[in-house]
């Protein structure tokens, strides 16, 4: 019920005739509820609210807001669910001879990455802990490297060109990657300095890929 059909200064009547069935609500239509009102003096210099159609509909405070809360409820229910929730299902991983894993949350439209080619992708890197210790889009640019000639870690090559049991990605994919150890930075670690590691020796990485394109 839009706030504007109760003006500050007018009287609110104490009658109501109206119902919230989930029956009434699927048929509902904002522009059927119309607040026609003129306003007369009475003789005690009070105004008085006169419905001026035959069938007015009254209700109290409580009952207005419990009616409006019924249509919010319903408008909210009924509403289109945004294209990220597509996004948030569960992802099955699926381990390829190599060792590496993979799951496709959105499958691409464009062509798929040729050996050699300079292609962009977005990402966002975590540790098996969940702890996140990249990510392209909180620098707002996408990694821009040349795909299957050695420019990134050996799992992203395999990632998103394909290869050993795993298929190639296409343009406007998005893929999670389980990397092993022998695909990612091994033994020697990443972002080592006096003693501690960004990525720790031996380290399994989660890699969630964004393949935009060629460049």
Request: charged letters at 20%; one cysteine or more; glycine letters at 12%.
């Amino acid at each position: 019920m839009n706030s504007t059909a109760f003006l500050l200064g007018t009287k609110v009547p104490t009658q109501i005739h109206t119902s919230c069935s989930s029956s009434n609500l699927k048929n509902f239509d904002s522009t059927s509820i119309r607040f026609t009102r003129q306003l007369q003096k009475s003789s005690s210099h009070d105004q008085k609210l006169v419905q001026a159609n035959e069938n007015p509909i009254l209700c109290t405070r409580r009952e207005a807001l419990r009616f409006g809360l019924c249509i919010g409820l319903a408008a909210t229910i009924l509403q289109p669910q945004p294209a990220e929730a597509a996004e948030a299902t569960t992802c099955e991983l699926t381990v390829s001879p190599s060792g590496l894993a993979f799951c496709d949350k959105v499958v691409g439209y464009g062509p798929q990455a040729v050996k050699g080619q300079l292609i962009k992708a977005h990402y966002v890197g975590k540790l098996e802990n969940g702890k996140v210790f990249d990510s392209s889009y909180n620098r707002g640019k996408p990694l821009t490297f040349r795909i299957g000639a050695g420019e990134v870690i050996k799992g992203w090559d395999l990632g998103i060109l394909g290869g050993e049991g795993v298929p190639p990605m296409l343009a406007g994919g998005k893929r999670t990657l389980k990397l092993p150890p022998e695909l990612g930075y091994g033994m020697r670690g990443a972002g080592c300095k006096g003693g501690s590691c960004i990525i720790p020796p031996e380290s399994v990485l989660l890699f969630d890929v964004e393949f935009i394109g060629k460049v």
